[in-house]
């Protein structure tokens, strides 16, 4: 199933988030792909507030996962933008994390694509300057 969003604001990009992180439970594995600047952060920032997160989401570049536990449900945010060797992830719990009770997004998830889940939730976010410097064409697809 894919779903196909267009959002003007980063503010409509934010609430797609938010509506996403909402409707989602405990395991549920979501992807977020998309070049810098594309909105991934304001798409993040939604999913938390989605989530009854009342902490600003902050980028966990430095270290690949970052956990937030005051919300619906526990929070897994990675970016595993810089992860030099897959074996990485092992070394940070990466499957205790997305087998685990809460809901896990994974940013530049493509840099992993071999330990990715069966099933997951991917969100792919692009720019189209010809429809408007804050246009966003948002796909999420069932995977
Ligand atoms: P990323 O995390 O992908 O590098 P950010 O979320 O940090 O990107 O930044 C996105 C930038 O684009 C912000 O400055 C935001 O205000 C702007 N922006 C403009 N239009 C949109 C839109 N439709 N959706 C999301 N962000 C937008
Ligand atoms: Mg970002």
């Given at each position: 199933?894919t779903?196909?969003i267009?959002?003007?604001s ?9 509506r996403?992180a ?13 070049d810098l600047?594309?909105g991934?952060?304001v798409?993040?920032q939604g999913?938390a507030?989605?989530?009854d ?7 966990p570049?430095?270290t690949?996962?970052?956990i937030?536990?005051t ?5 897994y945010h ?7 060797d897959?074996?990485e992830?092992?070394e ?8 685990g009770?809460g809901?896990?997004?994974i ?15 991917k ?9 408007g410097?804050d246009y966003?064409?948002?796909t999420v697809?069932s995977?």
């Open positions: 199933m779903e196909i267009e959002t003007y980063p503010e409509e990009t934010e609430a797609l988030g938010k996403l909402q409707e989602s439970s405990a395991g549920q594995v979501f992807t977020l792909i998309g600047g594309v991934k952060t798409f993040t999913f507030i989605g989530l997160i009342d902490e600003a989401i902050c980028s570049t430095f690949i996962v970052q937030y536990d919300g619906r449900l526990p929070f990675f970016d595993v933008y810089r992860i030099g897959i074996e992830m092992d940070i719990g990466y499957e205790d994390y997305i087998y009770d809901v896990s997004l940013e530049w998830a493509n840099l992993i694509e071999e330990i990715l889940p069966e099933h997951y939730t969100v792919t976010i692009e720019k189209n300057l010809e429809k410097f966003r064409k948002i697809e995977i």
